[in-house]
C-alpha cells in the first residue's frame, strides 16, 4: 500500500484485499472474531456503514487507501480505521502515522459538518492488519516514539494506541471457526497447496450460502483467481472465475495437471541451459555451473513472468547466487507478495 508504483501482483493482492474488507460481514466478522475486548459485544453491527475515506492531508496529498467503517456504540458512532498493511518490512512509524489519518478523518468530519462545534468527536478504533511473514517489531503507542519527557511536560504528551492483527502471529487454534471470513481469508494465505485452497473454499461456500452473500461471494473468487492462485501457480494461464463453485470446480479438473506441467516446464528447462553449458565447458564443473545459471535464468523468467519488468539488482544477484540460495528463493516466490518478500531472507 506504500509503494510509489507497485507491481502489477502487487496491485491486484491490494485491490483485492480492500474489496473483501470493504463487505460488512467481513467487518464484522473481523471485530468479532480477533478483537477480544468487552466493548465488542456492546457494538450494534446492524448499523455497519462503510465511510467515504479520501482525505487530504495539509500537503494536498490524497490518501484513499484505507477503510473507514462506522457503528453504534451505546447509541454513539464508532468509527473503525482499517489500514491494510501488505509490506515485507515493518514500518516503525506506524503508530504517527494512525495519530495523523486518525486526525485527518477527525478533519474530515468538522469540514463535511457531521460534526458540529457543539458536539465531541467520536471515538475511534484503529486497527493495523499485518500479513507479512517476519515479526511486527514497530511501537504500538505513539508515545513510546518521543523522547521521554519531564513529569511536568508529560500533560503534553500525545498518547494513541492502535489495535494490531499480525496474521503470522496467529495459532491454527485462533483459525478454527469455520463461520468466520476473516478465518477464511487467513487459511487462504497460509495454504501452500492447491489442496488447501480446494478444503478453504469449500469452508467458505458453506459459510456464504444464500443471495445476501452474492457479491461477497464474487469478491472472494476474484481474489483467490488473482491473487492466490497466482502465488501457488504462477506462469500458469488461471482462467477468469466469478464464483466459489467455479474455484472449486476448475482446480477439481486442472489443478494436478497445472502443477505437474509446470514442474516439468521447469526441469525441462533448466536441464537444457545447464547441459548446453556443460557441454561447452566439456566438465562436471562446467555442468554443474551451468545447470545453476539455467536455474537462475528460469527462476530470472519466473519473477518476470509474476512482477513484470524486474529492476537491474535482480538478474546480478541471481547471477551470484549459490544453488541453495536459488532453491529457496524459487519456494520464497510461491507465497511472495512482491520482490522484497522473495529476497527477504537478505541472503
Do not use: C
Not at 327 to 346: H, K, P, S, Y
Request: hydrophobic fraction near 40%; charged fraction near 25%.
Amino acid at each position: 500500500m506504500l509503494a510509489d508504483s507497485p507491481p502489477p501482483a502487487a496491485a491486484s493482492y491490494d485491490s483485492g484485499y480492500k474489496l473483501l474488507f470493504s463487505h460488512a460481514q467481513v467487518v464484522e466478522d473481523l471485530l468479532r472474531g480477533f478483537v477480544a475486548e468487552d466493548w465488542v459485544a456492546e457494538l450494534d453491527f446492524a448499523t455497519l456503514e462503510k465511510v467515504a475515506a479520501s482525505y487530504v492531508s495539509d500537503d494536498l496529498r490524497e490518501r484513499e487507501d484505507d477503510i473507514v467503517w462506522r457503528l453504534r456504540h451505546r447509541g454513539d458512532w464508532l468509527y473503525v480505521y482499517l489500514l491494510l498493511e501488505f509490506q515485507s518490512s515493518v514500518d516503525p512509524w506506524m503508530a504517527l502515522r494512525i495519530m495523523v489519518y486518525t486526525g485527518l478523518l477527525y478533519q474530515d468530519l468538522i469540514k463535511s459538518g457531521e460534526i458540529g462545534s457543539q458536539q465531541k468527536l467520536p471515538a475511534v478504533f484503529p486497527l493495523v492488519l499485518y500479513n507479512g511473514r517476519r515479526r511486527w517489531t514497530a511501537a504500538r503507542e505513539v508515545s513510546e516514539l518521543i523522547e521521554p519527557l519531564p513529569a511536568s511536560l508529560k500533560p503534553y504528551h500525545p498518547a494513541q494506541r492502535y489495535f494490531l492483527l499480525e496474521e503470522a502471529a496467529l495459532g491454527d487454534d485462533e483459525l478454527t471457526d469455520t463461520e468466520n471470513t476473516v478465518a477464511g481469508i487467513i487459511r487462504l494465505e497460509a495454504s501452500r497447496a492447491p489442496a488447501d485452497v480446494r478444503r478453504a473454499v469449500s469452508l467458505l461456500q458453506k459459510r456464504l450460502r444464500g443471495p445476501q452473500y452474492a457479491s461477497l461471494r464474487r469478491a472472494f473468487a476474484v481474489w483467490i483467481n488473482r491473487v492466490v492462485l497466482r502465488r501457488l501457480m504462477p506462469g500458469q494461464e488461471i482462467p477468469e472465475v466469478k464464483e466459489l463453485q467455479e474455484i472449486d470446480t476448475m482446480l477439481a479438473e486442472t489443478v494436478e495437471e497445472w502443477t505437474r506441467q509446470w514442474k516439468a516446464d521447469g526441469l525441462r528447462e533448466g536441464r537444457q541451459q545447464g547441459l548446453q553449458q556443460g557441454l561447452q565447458e566439456g566438465r562436471q564443473e562446467g555442468r554443474q555451473e551451468g545447470m545453476q545459471q539455467g536455474e537462475a535464468a528460469l527462476l530470472q523468467k519466473q519473477l518476470a513472468r509474476r512482477f513484470g519488468v524486474l529492476p537491474a539488482w535482480v538478474p546480478e544477484r541471481l547471477a551470484q547466487a549459490s544453488p541453495a540460495q536459488l532453491e529457496r528463493w524459487g519456494l520464497e516466490l510461491l507465497d511472495a507478495a512482491n520482490l522484497d518478500d522473495v529476497f527477504a531472507d537478505g541472503a
